[in-house]
């Protein structure tokens, strides 16, 4: 917020100024100007006027004769004589001295030039301040915005300088308690402290994995066999029941509504995407005679099955590519998801994408 110092008398006449307006405005509108009143100060705004012309006229005719004289008034230079010199300097301070003797030449007090010559000053000024209010809320959001900026730069700076402060020392300990150990102490140290890196990796890997099943089996399972089926993209629908998978999709992509099992199963012979979300369950029973096996029971798990074995493939994958069965609502996923990418020359190949180097092979 900005400040400025102003002195408070200025404020209190401004105050004044202000309440005198308002007295005058409510004056005015209890008892309106007569028309005799507003005939006579017609009147004296022509007098006033009359007034300016004949000062106007003096002063012209005044500049006439200084110029026409000009000559006379002039002080020589130094080749001229003493005495004329000094004549010359005479008269110039005798018309000075009577210039500062003179009155000054001021409206009559009943005037309404002062008032006329205040108002305009007073209209000048006001219009000024409204110039430069309306310029400073254009360029007060964005002033607040560097601000803010600049302010979060300082605190990232900040914190980057406390950081490297701290490597810092840490580095320096380090170096000062290893100047007092021997090499096969400092290796065992380096081992131990690479085992416990791996271990950790280890852990929080397995832990991400579980994180990821699980958000594949909670959440987007139904949505990969939704769009497998012709329905919404990945991202497109919040939840998609189970009811709703089974019922399938039309052509346009709207859920199908649920009919009856022998009609429902007439109609899914016929619809070629149906017809492989089938084909992968009947391959995942096949061969699973076990009652305790986890097989996927409907549409939804069969997605769940198939984006875990598509991980699975990549995360163990001895090759660079993995060959693609076929393209899946899986595969398209973790390619709008910028986790994989396509060959660039066959889109039945697809790979996890490196994050530590380029894109490029």
Same mark, same amino acid.
């Given at each position: 917020?900005?400040?400025?110092?102003? #002195?408070?008398?200025?404020?209190?006449?401004?105050?004044?100024?202000?309440?005198?307006?308002?007295?005058?405005?409510?004056?005015?509108?209890?008892?309106?100007?007569?028309?005799?009143?507003?005939?006579?100060?017609?009147?004296?705004?022509?007098?006033?006027?009359?007034?300016?012309?004949?000062?106007?006229?003096?002063?012209?005719?005044?500049?006439?004769?200084?110029?026409?004289?000009?000559?006379?008034?002039?002080?020589?230079?130094?080749?001229?004589?003493?005495?004329?010199?000094?004549?010359?300097?005479?008269?110039?301070?005798?018309?000075?001295?009577?210039?500062?003797?003179?009155?000054?030449?001021?409206?009559?007090?009943?005037?309404?030039?002062?008032?006329?010559?205040?108002?305009?000053?007073?209209?000048?000024?006001?219009?000024?301040?409204?110039?430069?209010?309306?310029?400073?809320?254009?360029?007060?959001?964005?002033?607040?915005?560097?601000?803010?900026?600049?302010?979060?730069?300082?605190?990232?700076?900040?914190?980057?300088?406390?950081?490297?402060?701290?490597?810092?020392? =840490?580095?320096? =300990?380090?170096?000062?308690?290893?100047? /007092?150990?021997?090499?096969?102490?400092?290796?065992?140290?380096?081992?131990?402290?690479?085992?416990?890196?791996?271990?950790?990796?280890?852990?929080?890997?397995?832990?991400?994995?579980?994180?990821?099943?699980?958000?594949?089996?909670?959440?987007?399972?139904?949505?990969?066999?939704?769009? #497998?089926?012709?329905?919404?993209?990945?991202?497109? /629908?919040?939840?998609?029941?189970?009811?709703?998978?089974?019922?399938?999709?039309?052509?346009?992509?709207?859920?199908?509504?649920?009919?009856?099992?022998?009609?429902?199963?007439?109609?899914? #012979?016929?619809?070629? =995407?149906?017809?492989?979300?089938?084909?992968?369950?009947?391959?995942?029973?096949?061969? #699973?005679?076990?009652?305790?096996?986890?097989?996927? =029971?409907?549409?939804?798990?069969?997605?769940?099955?198939?984006?875990?074995?598509?991980?699975?493939?990549?995360?163990?994958?001895?090759?660079?590519?993995?060959?693609?069965?076929?393209?899946?609502?899986?595969?398209?996923?973790?390619?709008?998801?910028?986790?994989?990418?396509?060959?660039?020359?066959?889109?039945?190949?697809?790979?996890?994408?490196?994050?530590?180097?380029?894109?490029?092979?």
């Amino acid at each position: 917020m900005f400040t400025m110092g102003v #002195d408070q008398k200025k404020v209190d006449k401004i105050r004044s100024f202000a309440e005198r307006g308002r007295n005058l405005e409510k004056q005015y509108g209890e008892n309106p100007l007569s028309l005799d009143a507003i005939q006579l100060y017609n009147r004296r705004l022509d007098d006033t006027i009359r007034s300016l012309q004949d000062h106007v006229k003096r002063q012209e005719d005044t500049l006439r004769q200084l110029r026409a004289s000009k000559q006379e008034l002039e002080i020589s230079g130094h080749d001229a004589e003493p005495t004329e010199r000094l004549a010359q300097v005479h008269r110039a301070k005798k018309a000075y001295d009577s210039l500062l003797k003179s009155e000054p030449d001021l409206p009559a007090p009943d005037s309404p030039l002062p008032c006329l010559i205040a108002i305009r000053e007073t209209s000048r000024v006001i219009q000024e301040n409204k110039a430069s209010i309306s310029n400073l809320r254009k360029s007060l959001p964005l002033n607040r915005q560097q601000l803010k900026d600049e302010q979060e730069d300082l605190e990232d700076a900040r914190r980057i300088h406390d950081g490297l402060k701290n490597r810092v020392e =840490r580095i320096r =300990r380090e170096q000062s308690e290893n100047s /007092t150990k021997n090499p096969s102490e400092l290796a065992d140290e380096f081992v131990n402290s690479e085992r416990k890196k791996i271990r950790a990796l280890k852990t929080s890997s397995s832990k991400l994995r579980k994180e990821l099943d699980q958000f594949i089996d909670d959440h987007l399972a139904s949505r990969l066999a939704a769009e #497998d089926l012709g329905g919404p993209v990945v991202g497109d /629908t919040m939840e998609v029941p189970d009811s709703t998978l089974e019922a399938g999709y039309t052509a346009h992509g709207k859920p199908k509504k649920p009919k009856s099992s022998t009609t429902q199963n007439g109609n899914d #012979d016929d619809d070629p =995407r149906q017809q492989r979300i089938d084909s992968l369950l009947r391959r995942l029973r096949q061969g #699973d005679d076990d009652p305790t096996s986890t097989a996927p =029971r409907n549409k939804r798990e069969a997605a769940a099955a198939a984006m875990h074995e598509l991980i699975n493939s990549l995360l163990e994958a001895e090759t660079i590519y993995v060959e693609l069965p076929r393209e899946s609502a899986a595969s398209r996923f973790l390619v709008r998801a910028k986790v994989a990418q396509l060959h660039p020359r066959d889109a039945r190949r697809i790979r996890l994408i490196d994050f530590g180097r380029s894109f490029e092979e």
